[in-house]
């Protein structure tokens, strides 16, 4: 959940009402994942989070706060570790904080933010990934050939054969 207040004059992003939540019922129930389970304590902002489709088990969960950054568990979300604090992955997350996971390889996921960063060490590091145009949204990934690829920025789309290394460009969309 992300609590954010917006008024012509001030924006707020995060608060006491945000947080992650895990469900191991199929729904009926929830259960706040916070700092006892490894999360940053204190007040969350937007989270952006991603399954690993490769490895169920492995969530990932970018998290805006003070002590934030993109954490990871290897139990289904049970137990969150920090596995990046860096600031780039997180920049502007009121407005990105987009996650993407690799479905055929549990060490490779995506962040969508003012940048595009690819990580291939389940997170510990990224590469910041050039595309056609900022402002970086979507991304789907073929599940069948995860190097096919399209990313949707606010210039468009653009389509990638070679796991993201090039890209299309954006105005024969």
């Known amino acids: 959940l992300y609590q954010a207040r917006r ?6 992003s995060g608060g006491p009402e945000s947080g992650l939540y895990r469900s191991a019922d199929g729904g009926d129930s929830w259960t706040r994942i916070g700092a006892d389970n490894g999360l940053p304590a204190g007040i969350l902002g937007r989270i952006g989070v991603a399954i690993s489709p490769a490895r169920p088990q492995r969530v990932w969960a ?3 706060a003070e002590n934030g950054g993109l954490y990871r568990s290897d139990d289904g979300g049970r137990q969150f570790h920090l596995v990046d604090p860096s600031r780039g992955p997180r920049s502007r997350p009121w407005y990105y904080t987009h996650m993407f996971a690799d479905p ?4 490779t ?3 969508l933010a003012a940048g595009f ?6 997170g510990k590091t990224f ?3 050039a ?3 900022g402002d970086h949204h ?3 990934i073929d599940a069948t050939n995860p190097r096919r690829m399209i990313h949707g920025a606010d210039g468009g789309a653009a389509v990638s054969f070679d796991g993201g290394a090039s890209w299309s460009p954006i105005h024969n969309q």
């Open 138 to 140: 979507d991304l789907w």
């Open 131 to 133: 595309t056609p145009h």
């Open 109 to 111: 996921c995506f962040i």
């Open 62 to 64: 970018m998290v805006e």
């Open 127 to 129: 590469q910041r990934m």
């Open 104 to 107: 055929q390889n549990a060490d």
């Open 117 to 122: 960063y690819k990580s291939i060490d389940g």
């Open 7 to 12: 008024s012509p004059w001030n924006f707020v």
